[in-house]
Nanobody, 121 residues
Framework: QVHLEESGGGLVQPGGSLRLSCAAS????????MGWFRQAPGEQREVVAA???????YIGDSVQGRFTISRDNANNTVYLQMNGLRPEHAAVYYC???????????????WGQGTQVTVSS
C-alpha cells in the first residue's frame, strides 16, 4: 500500500501563491506517475497536474501558465506551485499516484486525504 500525505493548503488572497507538497511512503517503490486532482463543492473532480518519475509532465488547461508541478524522486515528494490564485481555484486538492506512467485526465490508484485551498480576500 502507498500512503500519500499532503501539506501546504490554506487561505490565500486573490493573486497570491501557495505551494502544495505530497510525500509518499509505504510501498512507493513501484510508483511512477504522481499528481494532483482538485474538487470544488458541486463540481466534478478535475486533474490539475501530474508528473512521471522520468520527468514527463501534464498541466491541465485551466491552470496553464499559473501552476507548475515538480518532483523530488529522492524524497518521494511531488510539489504543486500555484501562482496568481483566483477564487475559482479554491477546492480540496488531492495528491494521487499510480504504477503507470499515464498522464492527462486519468484516474490514479492511490489517493491522499486532501488539503483545502481557499482563495478569498
Amino acid at each position: 500500500q502507498v500512503h500519500l500525505e499532503e501539506s501546504g493548503g490554506g487561505l490565500v488572497q486573490p493573486g497570491g501563491s501557495l505551494r502544495l507538497s505530497c510525500a509518499a511512503s509505504g510501498n512507493y517503490f513501484a510508483i511512477n506517475a504522481m499528481g494532483w486532482f482538485r474538487q470544488a463543492p458541486g463540481e466534478q473532480r478535475e486533474v490539475v497536474a501530474a508528473v512521471t518519475s522520468g520527468g514527463r509532465s501534464y498541466i491541465g488547461d485551466s491552470v496553464q501558465g499559473r501552476f507548475t508541478i515538480s518532483r523530488d524522486n529522492a524524497n518521494n515528494t511531488v510539489y504543486l506551485q500555484m501562482n496568481g490564485l483566483r477564487p475559482e481555484h479554491a477546492a480540496v486538492y488531492y495528491c494521487n499516484a499510480d504504477h503507470s506512467s499515464n498522464l492527462g485526465q486519468v484516474e490514479y490508484e492511490f489517493w491522499g486525504q486532501g488539503t483545502q485551498v481557499t482563495v478569498s480576500s
